[in-house]
């Protein structure tokens, strides 16, 4: 044997210890990735089952509380005393419309006294479902005696401690088109009072005059042509929440958000994802409060060349949406009083989305970003704003 | 660890810090190859012996030279797998179309095929003839520095020269089926 050849031997027998030292550790490796893959998968499950669960307790608290601050989830009214100087019947509303200067401006004048009776409102009024309830604010003389009437409505006198009583001193009788009021805002003695105080008012069940709705692998990911890694482990999984401020219904109701998302990537240019938005908004303007909620899937595309850094995408997918919301509704003035439907409304519409993020990493698992996205349904919703994310990659 | 320090431990003569880098390696490098591997058509199995053919390669290509430290000892490692992974599969017949293919980035294919050398090839495949009790005794000695009277002791001989008798008559019979 001459010493080219023994050395090629010795090549092969260090080859085949190296093999055999391998082989061992390799096994070990073997082991150990199954049982990573066993706590994966139980932490998985575990995670998965949690977020279902919060997922579904934030929907139920959601909408439970929004039923709750709801004056008119069983109907209402509220009775604003006021001393007024013509005969005024405000012409029912839609909620999305702007209310006549006059409303406008008798709104402004009781807007403060109403943010103070919304927190009564909720308690007070009358959960049977039975019918309208009036409000003394106590700022003015006290509520003119009223015939007893067919239905049950509810007399409460905020300006003093009394309980809420179930009064027949309330005829639900039919419009005001008659009543008769004096330039000083009393009522002549001659006149039918019982004809003159009641509004009918939309049940919480949708019907009567509620406004109607349809309403982030090792170097595998290294990328073509470049020697920066994409994804420095093969994480195909990702979970983001966010928060943001949004415009919702037809944009006049803003809303904090909340937005849950689970995405999986099948290329380092494409995602798929399933999220769920909830939006709560505590009133503005007509809005006494409303909660929504949208789900859907999202579609997305890297449009720029991603790094491992930087991901810039677009969005597209189907969504649905449901949002429950109450309003007020017609105003009234009876007896020199403002008397204000609030209607509770909900509705669920099918839609697409459309949004656009970015996506910036802080560690191998760990990302910020942000993103501007909008609904559009059916029933001609919408819900768009911005939300900031923080997201986990597993 | 940095790759000046994986390449001094994987070219050492000490057995203890050749195994700390094959440890490391394995620890840090065998989950993507098994995962390439899985996703084209391989089992765990494939990939175990892919990697360990990629990592001789790897540090044959060290002691050559032809390692260039431009790139990561990770992604060289990685994409020498690839490669003998491709390989195999076009040695199997496999339908190649759906494979990811691999960049050329460090021509690992030219290199690989000019390494392996024929006589190389010869001798591994005479190894593997070799009966299994003397392909084990060959290692132990001349890869695992065991001694003569390990030998003795593992397969209860009388004599360390008999240990020694038995480690030479293997020697001779691979070379004698090498030539």
């Given at each position: 044997m001459d010493r080219k050849e023994f050395e090629v031997i010795m090549q092969v027998i260090q080859e085949e210890g190296i093999r055999q030292e391998l082989g061992q550790m390799i096994d070990q490796k073997h082991a150990g990735v199954q049982k990573t893959w066993l706590k994966k998968t139980i932490w998985k499950s575990i995670f998965g089952v949690a977020l279902v669960s919060v997922t579904a307790v934030s929907a139920y608290w959601l909408l439970s509380k929004n039923k709750e601050d709801a004056?008119?989830?069983?109907s209402g009214q509220v009775i604003v005393k006021q001393n007024l100087t013509e005969e005024t019947r405000q012409t029912p509303k839609s909620y999305k419309k702007d209310n006549t200067e006059s409303s406008t401006k008798d709104r402004s004048d009781v807007q403060g006294s109403l943010g103070d009776w919304q927190s009564d409102i909720a308690t007070k009024t009358d959960k049977t479902g039975a019918g309208p309830m009036t409000i003394n604010?106590?700022?003015?003389?006290?509520l003119e005696e009223i015939k007893p009437g067919s239905s049950t409505p509810t007399q409460v006198d905020t300006g003093s401690d009394e309980d809420i009583e179930p009064s027949s001193e309330v005829d639900s009788t039919d419009d005001l088109e008659d009543t008769q009021v004096n330039e000083d805002g009393s009522i002549p003695a001659d006149s039918d009072t019982s004809a003159n105080t009641t509004i009918n008012i939309p049940n919480s069940d949708g019907q009567g005059d509620t406004v109607a709705s349809d309403s982030t692998l090792a170097r595998d990911a290294v990328d073509q042509g470049s020697d920066e890694p994409i994804e420095k482990k093969n994480l195909k999984w990702d979970f983001t929440t966010g928060i943001g401020y949004g415009f919702v219904s037809t944009g006049d109701i803003r809303c904090l958000t909340l937005n849950n998302e689970i995405g999986y990537r099948f290329t380092h240019r494409l995602y798929a994802s399933v999220h769920g938005n909830f939006g709560k908004s505590y009133g503005n303007g007509d809005i006494v409060n409303a909660s929504f909620i949208t789900g859907g899937v999202y579609m997305h595309c890297s449009v720029l060349k991603p790094t491992w850094k930087n991901q810039l995408r677009i969005s597209a997918g189907p969504a649905l949406y449901t949002i429950s919301h109450t309003y007020r509704g017609s105003s009234n003035v009876v007896n020199g009083q403002i008397v204000w439907d609030y209607i509770f409304e909900r509705r669920r519409a099918f839609g697409y989305s459309i949004a656009i993020e970015d996506r910036y990493a802080v560690t191998d698992r760990i990302f910020v970003g942000a993103r501007l996205y909008t609904h559009q349904f059916r029933n001609a919703d919408i819900v768009s704003g911005a939300n900031l994310n923080f997201g986990y990659k597993f | 660890m940095t790759d000046t320090q994986l390449i001094e431990l994987l070219t050492s003569e000490d057995n203890g810090l050749r195994n700390k880098g094959f440890s490391y390696l394995v620890e840090r490098d065998y989950e993507p190859v098994l995962s390439y591997v899985k996703r084209n058509s391989g089992n765990p199995e494939d990939a175990k012996d892919i990697f360990q053919e990629g990592l001789i390669a790897l540090i044959r290509n060290i002691h050559n030279q032809s390692f260039r430290k431009t790139s990561s000892l990770k992604s060289y490692l990685y994409s020498i797998c690839k490669n003998l992974w491709l390989q195999e599969l076009r040695k199997m017949n496999r339908n190649t179309a759906e494979i990811e293919t691999s960049t050329s980035e460090h021509d690992l294919e030219r290199n690989l095929a000019s390494e392996f050398d024929e006589k190389l090839q010869v001798v591994r495949d005479k190894f593997n003839t070799l009966g299994e009790e003397c392909q084990k005794i060959l290692v132990l000695f001349y890869y695992k520095k065991k001694s003569m009277k390990y030998l003795q002791e593992l397969y209860q001989l009388g004599s360390t020269q008999a240990a020694k008798n038995k480690k030479s008559r293997c020697l001779k019979k691979l070379s004698s089926l090498v030539e």
């Open positions: 004056p008119t989830t069983t604010t106590g700022k003015s003389e006290p | -």
